[in-house]
């Protein structure tokens, strides 16, 4: 099963809000997910990206790769 760490979209329309998910590569956006590693939220000046660190190490040494967006943001943070 290839996982992926991504965005779940939350919110509504215009206002954005995104939790931190480790889910399956095969189901949708917002779909079945396995894990909720923190949150995202574009719209606060600076933008505010909260997850916990054990849960993002734990699932990238059981071989999930995060999004291109997740990886940026994570680079970001210091973790990775």
Do not use: H
Not at 11 to 24: E, L, N
Not at 25 to 52: A, H, M, Q
Not at 58 to 71: D, I, Y
Request: aromatic letters at 10%; proline letters at 8%; hydrophobic letters at 40%.
């Amino acid at each position: 099963m290839p996982v992926r760490i991504r965005l779940m979209r939350l919110g509504r329309k215009k206002k954005p809000f995104f939790r931190v998910i480790a889910a399956d590569s095969r189901s949708p956006r917002d779909g079945k997910f396995l894990d909720i590693l923190g949150y995202y939220n574009p719209l606060k000046e600076p933008y505010e990206f909260k997850v916990d660190s054990e849960k993002v190490k734990l699932w990238l040494q059981r071989g999930a790769e995060p999004t291109e967006t997740v990886r940026a943001l994570l680079k970001r943070e210091g973790l990775l």
